[in-house]
C-alpha cells in the first residue's frame, strides 16, 4: 500500500510560480512511475505530467509543456511538479498518483492504482 500526501498548492498571480510536492509512503517509490493530474470545477481530471522511476524519463501535456517541470527525489520519496508562467486556466485541484512497481509511465488516468488528496492551485488574473 503508498500513502501520497500533496503539499505546496496556493494562491497566486498570474506569471507566477508554484512547487507542488508529493510526499510517498513505503519503501518501493523508485520503482514506480508517478504523475500529476489535475480537476478544474466542472471539468474533468486531466493529465499533467508524468516520470519514470528512475526519473530519466517525463511526459507532459501539451497545455503545460515548457512552463512546468516534473522531477523526482528517490532518496525523499518525493516527486515535485515546478509550475512557472502560471495562467488561470492553471486553476484546479492537483493530485498525485503512483504506479504499481515497474509499470512505465502513463498519461491515462485510469492506469494509476494511488492517489493522493489533492492540493488546490488557484491562480488570479
Known amino acids: 500500500q503508498v500513502q501520497l500526501v500533496e503539499s505546496g498548492g496556493g494562491l497566486v498571480q498570474a506569471g507566477g510560480s508554484l512547487r507542488l510536492s508529493c510526499a510517498a509512503s513505503g519503501r518501493t517509490f523508485s520503482s514506480r512511475a508517478m504523475g500529476w493530474f489535475r480537476q478544474a470545477p466542472g471539468k474533468e481530471r486531466e493529465f499533467v505530467a508524468a516520470?519514470?522511476?528512475?526519473?530519466?524519463?517525463?511526459y507532459y501535456a501539451d497545455a503545460v509543456k515548457g512552463r512546468f517541470t516534473i522531477s523526482r527525489d528517490n532518496a525523499k520519496n518525493t516527486v515535485y511538479l515546478q509550475m512557472n508562467s502560471l495562467k488561470p486556466e492553471d486553476t484546479a485541484v492537483y493530485y498525485c498518483?503512483?504506479?504499481?512497481?515497474?509499470?512505465?509511465?502513463?498519461?491515462?488516468?485510469?492506469?494509476?492504482?494511488?492517489w493522493g488528496q489533492g492540493t488546490q492551485v488557484t491562480v488570479s488574473s
Open positions: 516520470i519514470s522511476g528512475s526519473g530519466g524519463t517525463t
Open positions: 498518483a503512483a504506479r504499481n512497481s515497474y509499470y512505465s509511465m502513463s498519461y491515462y488516468l485510469r492506469e494509476y492504482d494511488y
